[in-house]
Structures are given as structure tokens and as C-alpha cells.
């Protein structure tokens, strides 16, 4: 079984300082830490345990993990050293810098260029995470199911070989139910609050001979159109009024107060 | 210009709030839009028990059809609760039938995610959910990015006008409304709405043509614990990693029954196993409506911010006056989270050994 990942590498942009937001039309990321998009991560460790469990039941399985746009080596490398067997950068049509157009605003595009590498390859799965920015859209999952013509599981927490049964499990958590389901063929899994949330950690060893292993770079025909979007800041400057008080005491007493209603300061406000 | 709305996944007790919303957006659409708006209005429901779904559990829906003065109101019955392949391809035949510049679906989870399908079917524009819409330079979507930390603001191109538009299909565009958006009230405006609203408002069936089996087969089903509803209470505490320990959590949601509270957490207290996900506020998770909102040990990260939105008054507890979440919140105790938690179990009359 071969089953690829798509991920997305991004600035945590928690990290980043307040006055960076101020000028929406230069952002500048290069010196903020980059990590895996949190959902992107959840689903390269959910692929793993799932190579994992195939493997254990003496199932041939591979894992692929490919991103658009590419991000630090470490991480990449990083990827090889959990476990990857491949591990691969997609450009698209205009070289690595895209100068045609930004594919954080443009989803279509990107599940577009990841379906022209991933077809090639022919995938049995294709997880990837739910969202991630900066465009939060949430649709490449959708879109990729579609370029694919694979159905699209969304919502996977995990997923487990069934060796009774020889098939995999897929486990969906919806707004009031749980689900147990099992594909037929190939299929796409949008992961999001998975069991297994974080990638595994590794050895030193295993840092060490991912150390002189390159991601494989693939450049797609595809191009990405101008997304025409305006970016503004959000930045919000509330008053924000201290509640004083000599000791803790006071100032819990104050908020105990309007938790009772006691006292209308925050209906006025 | 020709809007769709789509109302799928309605809650038994909540139908009027999520008309609210829609009723804001789509006022906000009118006011932002360079032309009149003209409403279609599909509605997904579970198939009727007395099989008369022209009577049985449409009438709010039906009267805010008429209030936006769509011609009838189209039903589109499911089998089973939950969205399946029929439903959606039915969706996307029904859009593709009525064309028009934007299809509206509704914020709740079934809407988003039938939204996000029919999109994807239709290959057609869709950007999640969104924030509202403006004018500027065209008609404008707004939509929050960078991890909330910024909004975008996206063109709606006119199909008939946008060699983009119609290279995507020309279906126009796909948009989902947040479930913490602003709501408005309506009433029905004149007595003719009001009228047609209550009975003179037709009833269209659009039923899905049985497709292809499902993709996926369902091994095991189990229901799925709901704790009390977050997202409609009126009084919310929100815990972060700043308290420390799952034990100071579980004190502060122990605190929260007391108060008659309902207690959610950040991310990254539920991803070290604190609390369970469908608890998490923000962006990925609940948006409060909250008469009042309570944070300890919140930082003030974009993503959990974006759920505090809907709620009125944000007071923040957290031991660094410099931390972000006092720039959102109304007024803010710059103190140990744990010595304000236990000045108030005192109150509360809450003792631990």
C-alpha cells in the first residue's frame, strides 16, 4: 500500500511580534520559527502509525510526504528521520519563487499542482490535515478529492489496519457521532483532532543518516493565478480595564461580583 | 444580482439563531452589493415522519423565505441524518440548476461541510467561512487569515464578467457563514411577507436521484458524549496552558458548575490531554455567544481569539500584563490565575485537602 501525505510547512505565527501585523503588504516571516501546520502534522504521524500497523500485519506499505513550496531543510530532513521513505518538494509552473501567484490564497491551484505530482504516483491514500494558513480556507482536501476522483473522509482522528478483516479502518469524529468506516479502494482523509497529534520524536541515529538525505524536488505544469486578495490588519486595541486590588483577594472579590451580577460595569461597557 | 442559500444541519432548538445570521449576512450582502439581491432558498432536513414535510418543521424557515422574498421554498428531504453522496450531488444539481454569483450555505457543521463539498463538485471558488462582505473596488469577501491574525479580502467576481470566474466553472461562488457571526433580528416587514411567510409561501421538493453506493462503508457508529452546549451558553470560563496542570484545569472547570458555568479550553491544553476537543474554543472549534467570558491562562493566540468574538464582555485572567489577550478583552486581572481561582472556590465555598 502506498500512502502519501500532503503537508504544508508555515511560521508560527504566535512567535511572531505584535507590530509585524501592522503592514499587511510586507510581511516578513524570515526570521520566525517555521513548523509543520499543526493538522498537516497530526497527519503525517496518523499516516506513520498507519504504515505502522500494515507492516506489523506483514502488509507492504510506503509513505511519501510532499508539500508545496517546500520550507527549512531540518524539517524536511526531519521527515526522513521519522520514518518517511520519500520525501518531496512540488513546484509550480514559474519556478520556486511562483512568481505567478500566491498558493496560500488560491486552494484550487494547490490541490490542482499536488494532483498533477500525486497522480504519477498513484496513491492508495492521501492524508492531509484539515486547514492551515495563512489562507485557512480548509478547502484542499475537498479539492484534491475531487482533482483525484477519490471519495474524501473527512474529520479522521486515526487510522488502523484491520488484519481479521484485511482492510483499514478509518475513524471520523462528526459534531455528535463517531465513525468506524472502512473505503473500498483509494481515498482521501482530511485529519483533524487526531489521537496522535504531534510527529514522532527520533533518534539521534536516525538525525544523523537523515542528515545527507535531499528531499526530491518535482515542478508541476500548473500555474497559479493572481488570487486578487487585499490583505488588512486585524490588530485590536481594546481599552482593556485593569481590575485593581491590594491583594488577589480584592481583585477576585471584583470579578465574583460581576459573576453574580452584583455589580453592572460590564453591561455598561 | 441572484443569491442562493442553502440551510442544512438546522438544530431542533437553535433554527432561529442560525436564521439570524444568515439574516445579517445576507443584509450585509444587500447593503454591500452595486444591485438589488434576489434570494432562492434551498433548505436540507431530515425526511418528514408524516411524510407532509410541506407542513411539518418548515414554518420559521418558511417565514424567513418569504421575509427575504424568495419566490418558494425548495426542500431538499435526506434519508438519514447526516450528509450522504446524494445529498451533496443533489446539492450541486441544485445549484447548478439556479445559477447565480453566490451560494450562502449556512454556518452550522453539516452546512459548512455540505458547502465545502458542493464546492468541490462544482469546481467552483469556495474560501471557507466568512467574516461578511464590502465594497471595494467589486464586491468583496471578507475572511479572516493568518491565523486570524489578519482578514483578506477576496473579489466575487460576476460569472458573466470574469474570465477567472469562468474558467472555474463559472458557478459562481461557494461561501460558508461563521457560526460565530453577528446575528440580526427580523420580522416579517410588511403584511404581504408576513403573508407569504406564514402560508402563501410555496413548497418545492428537490429530491437527490439515487447514485452510486457510498464510498464509504460504516462499520461501527457510537454517539458521540456532548457535555453541556458551549456554544450557547451565557456565562463561558476558558482555560489555557497558563494554569499549568490538568489539576488546576479540572479546579477552574469545577469552579465553572458552581458559577453555572460552562467550561472550554485553548488548543494546546486539549492537545496535552486536559480536555477533550469538542471543549476547544476558537477558529478550528466553538465560537462563544456568551453574555460573559472568563479567561485564565489564556495567552491570546489568533485562533482561539477568533471564538471569543461572539461573546459580549471578556474579562481575562493571566499573571503577564504584557500577554496579548488583554488587547482583546474589556477589562483584565494581571494576577496568578490559581490565587484568583482560589479566592473564588472560597467564595464558593469549594475546599480542597
Request: contains cysteine.
Amino acid at each position: 500500500m502506498k500512502i502519501a501525505v500532503c503537508f504544508k510547512i508555515v511560521p508560527d505565527y504566535e512567535e511572531t511580534a505584535p507590530d509585524v501585523w501592522e503592514n499587511m503588504d510586507a510581511l516578513d516571516f524570515t526570521y520566525v520559527k517555521k513548523m509543520y501546520g499543526c493538522f498537516d502534522e497530526a497527519a503525517l504521524e496518523t499516516a506513520l502509525k498507519l504504515r505502522d500497523s500494515l507492516q506489523a500485519a506483514g502488509v507492504p506499505a510506503e509513505t511519501l510526504a510532499v508539500t508545496l513550496g517546500g520550507g527549512p531543510e531540518v524539517l524536511l530532513q526531519g521527515l526522513y528521520a521519522a520514518g518517511f521513505e520519500r520525501v518531496v518538494t512540488v513546484t509550480a509552473a514559474g519556478g520556486e519563487q511562483q512568481e505567478a501567484g500566491n498558493p496560500d490564497f488560491r486552494p484550487q491551484d494547490t490541490a490542482r499542482i499536488l494532483a498533477d505530482f500525486l497522480r504519477g504516483e498513484n496513491p492508495d491514500l492521501i492524508f492531509t490535515g484539515k486547514m492551515t494558513g495563512p489562507g485557512d480556507s480548509g478547502m484542499v482536501p475537498f479539492y484534491l478529492a475531487a482533482e483525484m476522483g477519490y471519495p474524501l473522509l473527512t474529520e479522521v482522528t486515526k487510522a488502523e489496519y484491520d488484519p481479521k478483516e484485511n482492510r483499514v479502518i478509518f475513524c471520523r469524529q462528526m459534531e455528535d457521532r463517531i465513525l468506524h468506516q472502512s473505503v473500498a479502494g483509494h481515498a482521501v482523509c482530511a485529519v483533524g483532532d487526531a489521537e496522535s497529534p504531534y510527529l514522532r520524536m527520533f533518534s539521534l541515529k536516525a538525525r544523523m543518516e537523515a542528515r545527507s538525505r535531499k528531499p526530491e524536488l518535482w515542478k508541476s505544469a500548473v500555474e497559479i493565478a493572481p488570487s486578487g486578495v487585499t490583505l488588512h490588519s486585524e490588530a485590536r486595541q481594546e481599552n482593556c480595564r485593569m481590575i485593581e486590588g491590594e491583594t488577589p483577594g480584592e481583585k477576585a472579590e471584583t470579578l465574583w461580583k460581576r459573576l453574580k451580577g452584583e455589580e453592572a460595569e460590564c453591561r455598561s461597557m | 444580482m441572484q443569491i442562493n442559500v442553502i440551510l442544512a444541519g438546522l438544530p431542533e432548538d437553535g433554527e432561529r439563531s442560525v436564521l439570524e445570521r444568515m439574516e445579517a449576512l445576507v443584509e450585509e450582502l444587500r447593503k454591500s452589493a452595486d444591485r438589488p439581491v434576489s434570494v432562492n432558498c434551498l433548505y436540507v432536513r431530515p425526511e418528514s415522519e408524516n411524510g407532509d414535510i410541506e407542513k411539518d418543521g418548515t414554518e420559521l424557515v418558511k417565514a424567513w423565505a418569504g421575509h427575504q422574498q424568495a419566490p418558494l421554498l425548495w426542500v431538499l428531504p435526506e434519508e438519514s441524518r447526516g450528509l450522504s453522496q446524494d445529498v451533496c450531488c443533489a446539492a450541486a444539481a441544485f445549484l447548478a440548476a439556479h445559477p447565480a454569483r453566490i451560494h450562502l450555505f449556512c454556518g452550522t457543521a453539516e452546512g459548512e461541510e455540505l458547502g465545502r463539498r458542493t464546492a468541490a463538485l462544482l469546481g467552483t471558488e469556495c474560501l471557507g467561512k466568512t467574516e461578511g462582505f464590502l465594497q471595494e473596488d467589486g464586491l468583496r469577501l471578507r475572511h479572516k487569515v493568518y491565523s486570524t491574525h489578519g482578514e483578506g479580502r477576496y473579489p466575487l467576481h460576476d460569472a458573466c464578467s470574469s474570465g477567472t470566474a469562468a474558467a472555474e466553472g463559472g458557478a459562481g461562488h461557494v461561501i460558508i457563514g461563521s457560526p460565530g457571526g453577528r446575528r440580526q433580528a427580523w420580522e416579517e416587514k410588511t403584511p404581504a411577507a408576513a403573508e407569504a411567510g406564514k402560508e402563501g409561501l410555496k413548497v418545492k421538493m428537490f429530491r437527490p436521484q439515487a447514485g452510486a453506493p457510498p464510498a464509504a462503508v460504516t462499520v461501527m457508529e457510537e454517539p458521540r458524549q456532548k457535555q453541556d452546549d458551549l456554544a450557547s451558553a451565557r456565562l463561558v470560563f476558558v482555560g489555557g496552558k497558563g494554569l499549568g496542570t490538568k489539576e488546576n484545569y479540572l479546579r477552574l472547570k469545577a469552579l465553572a458548575g458552581k458559577l453555572g458555568a460552562a467550561c472550554g479550553c485553548s488548543r494546546p491544553a486539549a492537545l496535552s490531554g486536559w480536555e477533550s476537543y469538542d471543549r476547544v474554543v476558537g477558529i478550528s472549534g466553538v465560537s462563544l455567544q456568551a453574555d460573559m467570558c472568563v479567561t485564565f491562562g489564556v495567552s491570546g493566540a489568533g485562533p482561539l481569539v477568533s471564538g471569543l468574538e461572539g461573546a459580549a464582555h471578556i474579562i481575562a485572567v493571566n499573571s503577564d500584563k504584557k500577554a496579548p489577550i488583554f488587547r482583546y478583552a474589556q477589562e483584565g486581572i494581571a494576577e496568578d490565575c490559581m490565587k484568583i481561582i482560589a479566592a473564588l472556590e472560597e467564595k464558593e465555598n469549594i475546599w480542597h485537602t
